[in-house]
Antibody, heavy 123, light 105 residues
Framework: QLQLQESGPGLVKPSETLSLTCTVSGGSITSSYYYWGWIRQPPGKGLEWIGTISYSGTTYYNSSLKSQVTISVDTSKNQFSLKLTYVTAADTAVYHC???????????????WGQGTLVTVSS | SYELTQPLSVSVALGQTARIACGGNNIGSKNVHWYQRKPGQAPVLVIYRDSNRPSGIPERFSGSNSGNTASLTISSAQAGDEADYYCQVWDSSTVFGGGTKLTVL
């Protein structure tokens, strides 16, 4: 059964870079049927898609975050990563990684999701 | 950019049918997916491509999509169905609805 696990610092200072890694187990990241995505949920708010990557490195980003976000993939480690630069308190959220299934024109639904990791931006 | 609108909350009596709407411009032309999120847990896909249930999701969960509204229907609602529900589409980028809190009375 495919599992995803987020890892990274739980506390990041304002203006610094948030870095998270998602480790995929129980399956290969190098399938052409899937993409791999990051989603976050700020406290008390809804889900927000951050971006998605294919194993070959094709990326899709939320236009509202595009200037801050870089998503990369390491197929040798079966991992993909998120970097969010110049963070502020507004970037405090639970960050999830998820498999993003390919259908029709592009990535469509997410399944399964990682448990999520809380990242707090504070000095 | 594309927007999805959901009611903030829906209440349903135990054993009755709950319907959660997701509104969007011509949403009927898109594939709509639904997630259930319980506190402290990862979101779970309950419906994909409008009306398809992943394995392990009870038949009580169903979906429809037409015109400007997609809907998630939960029949014979149980206490364990209390959660936040989110709709989602792909429209050159991924868009989530704002989420609906389902309360089972």
């Amino acid at each position: 059964q495919l599992q995803l696990q987020e890892s990274g610092p739980g506390l990041v200072k304002p203006s610094e870079t948030l870095s998270l890694t998602c480790t995929v187990s129980g399956g290969s990241i190098t399938s052409s049927y899937y993409y791999w995505g990051w989603i976050r949920q700020p406290p008390g708010k809804g889900l927000e898609w951050i971006g998605t990557i294919s194993y070959s490195g094709t990326t899709y980003y939320n236009s509202s975050l595009k200037s801050q976000v870089t998503i990369s993939v390491d197929t040798s480690k079966n991992q993909f990563s998120l970097k969010l630069t110049y963070v502020t308190a507004a970037d405090t959220a639970v960050y999830h990684c998820a498999r993003h299934l390919k259908y029709s024109a592009g990535p469509n639904w997410f399944d399964p999701w990682g448990q999520g990791t809380l990242v707090t931006v504070s000095s | 950019s594309y927007e999805l609108t959901q009611p903030l909350s829906v209440s349903v009596a135990l054993g009755q049918t709950a319907r959660i709407a997701c509104g969007g411009n011509n949403i009927g032309s898109k594939n709509v997916h639904w997630y259930q999120r319980k506190p402290g847990q990862a979101p779970v896909l309950v419906i994909y491509r409008d009306s398809n249930r992943p394995s392990g999701i009870p038949e009580r969960f169903s979906g429809s999509n037409s015109g400007n509204t997609a809907s998630l229907t939960i029949s014979s609602a149980q206490a364990g169905d209390e959660a936040d529900y989110y709709c989602q589409v792909w429209d050159s980028s991924t868009v989530f609805g704002g989420g609906t809190k389902l309360t089972v009375l």
